[in-house]
């Protein structure tokens, strides 16, 4: 009687192997494998956006049509090689091969845990990382964002997120916006960013108006007409109040004003500047696209020379409209604004003389400057006037809190960004604006000036009044007068 064993059945050569074993007895097969359902899972995730009409976020419409389809596919091009590797491997005798059973079970578990692990993190991060990366708190997250963040915080735009104005159309614009955000991470590890940054219209880098503004603004909208009321405080001891009415004639592509010939359709205009801030402009180009006729005006004193070398830009928005979501104020203007809202009391003796001094000091830092100003506004009144002082101590306290505030809302030493570090082009008192082009120095060859007519864009109704009639018939007088804090 034999007491020697049956054989056992002989293995199936490899490439006898069913696919299946082959894909689960190499690592690298379970890494394409993974690839695919995030692929997949990503791409389930993200079709009830497509279907609401989501994918123009940039950042959406990047993930589903760029990245999705790269790891699909990567992930489609790893299983085969791995299962080549796992089949060589057994063709040399390296690893032991699986049967059809075990191969199932392990690849129900790698199915299992990839699916519940992409399903967790569709639902919990994806969509909260893509929309967090838009937002100001992300963006003003950097310490050198930190002007442009509290600006935008306190401007007519502060509900529009970032990639809205600074992300471009499609995958094009969201590659560029990361290439340009990787630059200044890069800068900022290695503390080599500029000081103050430049703005977005300076660096070249603004996305151009009709990807960005003319998405919410209608440019050929009828016409507009508003009134302006400009309230300024002397720096006298009783802080007296002037007003100036303005009718602004904003118009628009019917009734001219200011918009008028700015955003005419069949107009183009082209202007080059010797500053990357765009300040000087030394000549400017007009063309009528329907007739082909076209005027040039060179600044005087400027040569044909001079302008060969220099860029040429069409005009858009944002060459007047330059800080339409991160205004600074200047010290003047941002006293003013504060008597006449009320933030400051304008009863207080020379307030607007000393809370103007206080803020054109030069501090630090501004934990310096929320520490000086109260305490030299306190010290100035027991100082000149100490009867107000005994008084209305609490008062000036607290005025010194808002003046505090104005300033490290507007002045950040440690990135050197102080008053007027960023112009604004809109109107033509504090910065040139206006004047750039409508000074009355660009002259055509025949010495015709770029029209500097000042009504074209506003009549004065008052200026520099006490009492303008004008408020009181249109019923403003009265609300305004309710604002300012006695």
């Known amino acids: 009687m034999s007491s020697s064993q049956p054989p056992a059945p002989a293995s199936p050569p490899p490439t006898a192997r069913p696919f299946l074993v082959l894909l689960t007895s190499h690592w690298l097969s379970w890494v394409g494998v993974v690839l695919i359902l995030t692929a997949l899972s990503t791409w389930l995730f993200l079709f009830p ?42 063709r040399r005798r390296l690893a032991q091969v699986v049967d059809k059973k075990t191969a199932w079970t392990r690849f129900a578990v790698v199915f299992g845990v990839a699916t519940l692990g992409n399903l967790a993190i569709g639902t919990q991060v994806t969509y909260r990382a893509v929309h967090h990366m838009e937002t100001p708190q992300f963006c003003g997250s950097c310490h050198v964002m930190t002007p442009e963040a509290r600006a935008h915080a306190d401007s007519p735009h502060a509900q529009v997120t970032c990639a809205e104005c600074h992300v ?4 094009t614009g969201w590659i560029a916006s990361k290439v340009t955000g990787a630059r200044q991470f890069i800068d900022n590890l290695r503390d080599a960013y500029h000081r103050p940054i430049p703005s977005a219209l300076a660096t070249d880098r603004l996305v151009p108006a009709k990807q960005t503004c003319e998405q919410c603004h209608w440019r050929s909208k009828p016409g507009d007409v508003k009134v302006r009321v400009i309230e300024s405080f002397a720096a006298d001891e009783e802080n007296t109040l002037s007003q100036t009415v303005l009718t602004m004639h904003v118009g628009g592509s019917v009734l001219g004003g200011i918009h008028g010939r700015h955003l005419d359709e069949d107009l183009e205009i082209r202007f080059a500047s010797t500053d990357p801030a765009r300040q000087d402009i030394v000549w400017v180009e007009s063309r009528n696209k329907r007739t082909g006729e ?11 020379e001079q302008v060969a070398g220099l860029k040429q830009i069409t005009m858009q928005c944002v060459d007047c409209h330059n800080r339409p979501a991160h205004q600074f104020q200047l010290p003047e203007r941002a006293v003013d604004a504060a008597l006449a809202g009320g933030a ?22 501004q934990a310096e400057a929320a520490q000086k100003i109260p305490g030299e506004l306190l010290a100035s009144y027991r100082r000149d006037h100490p009867e107000v002082f005994a008084r209305r101590e609490p008062e000036i306290a607290a005025a010194g809190g808002v003046l505090a505030a104005i300033h490290n809302r507007n002045v950040y030493p440690d990135l050197k960004v102080t008053w007027g570090t960023y112009p604004d ?21 025949e010495e015709k000036p770029i029209t500097n007519n000042c009504f074209a864009c506003h009549f004065s109704s008052a200026v520099d009044e006490t009492e303008p009639e004008i408020l009181q018939a249109l019923g403003i007088q009265k609300m305004l007068s309710k604002a300012r804090k006695k």
């Not at 471009?168 to 995958?171: K, S």
């Not at 076209?294 to 044909?304: A, I, L, M």
């Not at 082009?425 to 060859?445: A, K, Q, S, Y």
């Open 49 to 90: 956006l497509q279907m609401r009409g989501e994918t123009d976020n940039p950042y959406l419409g990047v993930l589903a049509f760029v990245i999705v389809p790269l790891v699909f596919f990567s992930g489609l091009a790893i299983v085969p090689l791995g299962a080549w590797f796992a089949r060589r491997r057994v």
């Open 168 to 171: 471009g159309d499609g995958a």
């Open 294 to 304: 076209t005027k040039t005006y060179w600044k005087s004193g400027t040569t044909p």
């Open 344 to 365: 400051l009391p304008t009863t207080l003796p020379f307030l607007k003389k000393t809370a103007v001094a206080l803020l054109k000091s030069e501090y630090a830092s």
């Open 425 to 445: 082009n809109i109107g033509h008192t504090d910065f040139p604006g206006c004047f750039r082009c409508h000074g009355g120095e660009h002259l055509t060859v």
